[in-house]
């Protein structure tokens, strides 16, 4: 699918990933509405992209005003072709931890922004791409896109809920991905590695270096330009579909 002159959602899209990945976007001709809870780095991110952006303030999880911002989407745009789902939170703490047992409101919580508020985006967001009238030439509709993490696969103490939260977003690929091929959308996930992003920033320095060299190749974190990119690769080649990607420098994170 060509991104040019086509219609996004990026959730997340006021920092890290997701702000990266909407200024790929809209470099390459699309035209971006970035969804986050972060009202002032929006609004930044909106004035720094220009007129092709849009910053709305929503939650993810918010299952009315998620609904409502379709409808808001569908009656100013007039289509969808992507969503781009980056929102997510990272917490992390032991099930038997210093302070006592894991607390369950915390574990709902990681879920139910990470899993809960990806897949009430994706569901309004496939009916909307469904709607999509494909002109001359066209073979998909449109490219759903969600973030999953390596910790989905080899999770760290201490990301008990996190990891379940990332596993059920690669888990939910293929399912979405055979459903919505009648209707000629892709599912794809990302599963990224050590990303240079505010959520690693918060880090003291000798732990992001020591974190950067834990990556076999190229030994340092990843550049949000590096999953932007490939989000726009997605876009475009059609073949993709059905898969989660690694984006990690193939590291493989250790017990802790
Ligand atoms: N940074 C990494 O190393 C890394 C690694 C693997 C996976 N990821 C995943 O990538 C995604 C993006 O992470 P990032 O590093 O860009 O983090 P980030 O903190 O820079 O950005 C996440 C954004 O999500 C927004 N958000 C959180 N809850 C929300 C909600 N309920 N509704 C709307 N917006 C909400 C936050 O306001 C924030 O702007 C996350 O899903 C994260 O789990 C990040």
């Known amino acids: 699918m060509l991104v040019k002159g086509k219609v996004f959602v990026v959730t997340g899209g ?4 997701g702000a ?3 200024t790929h976007l809209v470099g390459l001709g699309g035209k971006v509405i970035m969804v986050d809870m972060n009202h002032e780095l929006g609004t930044e ?3 720094r992209l220009g007129e092709h952006s849009e910053f709305v303030k929503l939650d993810v999880t918010d299952e009315s005003a998620v609904e409502q911002f379709y409808k808001n989407v569908a009656e100013k745009y007039g289509q969808l072709n992507g969503l781009i789902n980056c929102a997510g939170i990272g917490p992390s ?3 038997l931890g210093k302070n006592g047992i894991h607390d369950l409101a915390a574990f709902q919580k990681v879920l139910n922004i990470n ?7 994706l569901r309004f967001a496939a009916d909307l791409i469904s709607k ?3 002109k001359s030439g066209e073979e998909e509709r449109g490219v759903i896109v969600n973030t999953a993490s390596v910790a989905a696969y080899d999770g760290q103490i201490g990301q008990t809920a996190y990891s379940a939260s990332k596993g059920a977003v690669v888990a939910m690929t293929l399912p979405l991905a055979r459903e919505l091929a009648q209707h000629a959308i892709r599912v794809m996930t990302i599963a990224p590695g050590i990303m240079e992003t505010p959520m690693l920033k918060g880090l003291p320095e000798k732990v992001q270096e020591a974190l950067g060299a834990m990556v076999p190749f190229p030994p340092r974190l990843a550049k949000p330009e590096e999953f932007a990119h490939l989000v726009g690769h997605i876009m475009e080649n059609a073949y993709l579909n059905g898969e989660v990607i690694r984006l990690d420098g193939a590291i493989r994170m250790q017990p802790k």
Do not use: P
């Open 14 to 17: 006021a920092s890290g990933l």
């Open 20 to 22: 990266e990945t909407a």
């Open 45 to 47: 991110m909106q004035h």
């Open 93 to 95: 703490a032991k099930v």
């Open 115 to 121: 899993v809960t508020g990806t897949f009430n985006m």
């Open 132 to 134: 999509y009238e494909l």
